[in-house]
């Protein structure tokens, strides 16, 4: 049983931790799922980063097909699932950018590849050939080559502000546990579901 009086970013914090002590395969992984204007849905794979200001933090080319959808809708959902522990966590709110300061200062951490590929890439745009990426990738090592590589202005990351979060634990027969903590005015209201 979870306790629902306890902060869900606890409940979510330890069970992150647990994931990682576990050996669970990218326990930060989670899937990404997006509106376009046109009501179409999409979904992939992202790296969760970091707790921050009340949100969930992740990175990315804000020109890609998500940046592109989190500029026209902000809603989005976000999904943890380590089956090998039977558990997830769905986490659905609002998307919004994070400051230019936040941003710069993770993509310092990154490998010096990556931050090359964050300039070489024009993400989710079609690809001729891959020789073309590779090209990019040589020219912008040489551009940058003795210096450190500064972030792009179209690179950085996205706060997901929740509005519900909901843990999953999977029990045998079917009978799972579902536990929601809802945003509202005055804090989080939390309930059960059934499986």
């Known amino acids: 049983m979870l306790d629902l009086s306890q902060d869900p970013f606890l409940h979510f914090e330890r069970l992150l931790n647990e994931a990682g002590e576990k ?3 990218e326990a930060n992984a989670m ?3 997006t509106v376009d204007e046109k009501g179409v849905p999409s979904a992939r794979i992202v790296y969760f980063k970091e707790l921050s200001a009340g949100g969930f933090v992740f990175y990315g080319n804000y020109n890609s097909h998500k940046g592109h959808d989190i500029s026209v809708n902000p809603n989005v959902c976000l999904n943890f699932h380590w089956p090998v522990l039977w558990q997830q966590i769905r986490i659905t709110g ?3 950018k994070i400051s230019a300061a936040e941003s710069d200062k993770y993509f310092r951490t990154r490998a010096r590849l990556s931050q090359i590929g964050a300039w070489a890439s024009n993400q989710s745009e079609e ?3 891959y020789d073309h990426l590779a090209l990019r990738v040589q020219e912008y090592e040489k551009q940058f080559d003795g210096q450190e590589v500064p972030r ?3 690179w950085g990351g996205w706060r997901v502000i929740p509005t519900e979060i909901e843990f999953w634990f999977g029990l045998t027969g079917r009978l799972h546990e579902r ?4 945003k509202t005015s005055s804090g989080w209201k939390t309930l059960m579901r059934n499986p």
């Open 23 to 25: 050996n669970v395969p």
């Open 31 to 33: 899937t990404l799922a």
């Open 179 to 182: 536990y929601i903590y809802q």
């Open 127 to 129: 690809l001729k050939h």
């Open 152 to 154: 792009p202005p179209h």
């Open 94 to 96: 609002k998307a919004e």
